[in-house]
Nanobody, 127 residues
Framework: QIQLAESGGGLARPGDSLRLACTVS???????????IGWFRQVPGKERVLVAA????????YYSDSVQDRFTISKDNAENTVVLQMNHLKPEDTAVYYC?????????????????WGPGTLVNVST
């Protein structure tokens, strides 16, 4: 079983930057147990939406249109960490952000493609 934990959320002003980190751990974690890591966000009353995803080994990353050119996803395999660097934050980026593991190819776009999940971290962009 693998576990995920997010860190780095908080309060930011429009135009600020925040860095979220997702640490992946577990006794069974190896290069074959995770295909990709995705960052989702969710606002009250709405579904979780994928904003960025990165293959655990090699391949191209994915960004949603709403964060393209503002957010960057990267990974540190030695540290089993996936980072979401969020720049030029907007109030509409306010949400609970979750990281989750996609265990099998191809890299999924839906929340149902991912399991397990971290507990989430709140990002609040406000003046």
């Amino acid at each position: 079983q693998i576990q995920l934990a997010e860190s780095g959320g908080g309060l930011a002003r429009p135009g600020d930057s925040l860095r979220l980190a997702c640490t992946v751990s577990g006794r069974t974690l190896d290069q074959y147990s995770v295909f990709a890591i995705g960052w989702f966000r969710q606002v009250p009353g709405k579904e979780r939406v994928l904003v960025a995803a990165i293959p655990w080994r090699t391949g191209s990353s994915y960004y949603s249109d709403s964060v393209q050119d503002r957010f960057t996803i990267s990974k540190d395999n030695a540290e089993n960490t996936v980072v979401l660097q969020m720049n030029h934050l907007k109030p509409e980026d306010t949400a609970v952000y979750y990281c989750a593991a996609d265990r099998l190819p191809p890299m999924g776009r839906r929340a149902a493609d991912y399991q397990p999940w971290g507990p989430g971290t709140l990002v609040n962009v406000s003046t």
